[in-house]
């Protein structure tokens, strides 16, 4: 098992982490150490696997398969993940949201099933369907790296081709896009 100290020193000899580590940060630093132990644990062997997994979330962007990138490319989804954006945007701290209700609720308005919204926001931060709980990710990856990736793949999505999806998909079948499959969103008429 990995500790908080021998990760800490691996950071610092990989130099993802400054030595010594600043006083005022070194509260912020514990926490972050603490919250990947927890999402990741027991998914890495060694610290290495560990220094990579944390290379990994300091990137600014992800790689997306090709076939992936394609599911997402339709309106609903580009909006969707816009406003997972700007949801993350307005929350002062990624620690302890309700990502669950959130992001059904956000995924209701473009009436994206919840479960697939949540992997295309999976998808689009990670670039995998696997991996921690989003609640874990969010605030290891912090509000600036979401909003980044983000971006990163609404571009890719509104550029090129644009949001025109493949008409066939592999082994020559019709290519399915992640698409509205819910009723409209209710309205309120209590008012």
Do not use: C
């Not at 309700?98 to 931060?125: H, K, N, S, T, Y």
Request: charged share 25%.
């Amino acid at each position: 098992m990995i500790t908080a100290s021998a990760l800490g020193e691996a950071m610092q000899t990989a130099g993802l982490l400054a030595r010594p580590v600043p006083a005022g940060d070194a509260a912020a630093v514990e926490r972050w150490i603490a919250t990947f132990l927890e999402a990741y644990g027991d998914r890495v062997r060694s610290l290495d696997d560990a220094v990579a997994q944390v290379r990994a979330l300091r990137a600014e962007a992800v790689i997306v398969p090709a076939l992936e990138l394609e599911r997402l490319r339709n309106r609903a989804v580009l909006f969707f993940l816009d406003a997972v954006g700007q949801y993350v945007a307005d929350q002062p701290e990624l620690r302890g949201l309700p990502l669950d209700a959130d992001l059904a609720v956000i995924a209701q308005e473009f009436r994206l099933d919840p479960d697939a919204a949540r992997g295309a926001v999976r998808m689009a931060i990670m670039g995998t369907h696997d991996g921690p709980p989003l609640e874990l990710l969010f605030p290891l990856l912090g509000h600036d790296r979401i909003m980044m990736r983000i971006g990163a793949i609404n571009s890719h999505l509104l550029h090129g081709r644009g949001l025109v999806p493949l008409a066939v998909g592999p082994g020559g079948k019709p290519f399915r896009t992640l698409e509205p499959t819910l009723d409209a969103a209710p309205t309120d008429k209590s008012t």
